[in-house]
């Protein structure tokens, strides 16, 4: 009875961009530190170096989030501004 892949099993390249995809995002850096700044200044904050390859990661949902506009705020749709109620005198 098979269940569906295992997570070792799924393909990566679906998860994250290539690097390819990340240069072209970041204006056509090639330095992964030039890369990082320019995503980060494009509202890609969850953009990162991965410790073992010193590659910019960046989330093909994160990149889909930014592109679509959400900001990941936290605020899940609702308005920016904070709902005050009246205080009694």
Request: no cysteine; charged share 25%; net charge positive.
């Amino acid at each position: 009875m098979s269940t569906g892949p295992l997570a070792s099993e799924l393909p990566t390249a679906a998860l994250v961009l290539s690097p390819e995809e990340v240069r072209e995002l970041s204006g056509g850096y090639l330095r992964a530190a030039d890369q990082l700044r320019a995503l980060r200044q494009r509202g890609f904050h969850r953009a990162y170096r991965s410790q073992r390859t010193g590659r910019v990661v960046v989330e093909r949902a994160h990149y889909d989030a930014v592109a679509a506009g959400r900001t990941g705020t936290g605020d899940h749709g609702a308005s920016a501004r904070p709902k005050l109620r009246p205080v009694a005198p």
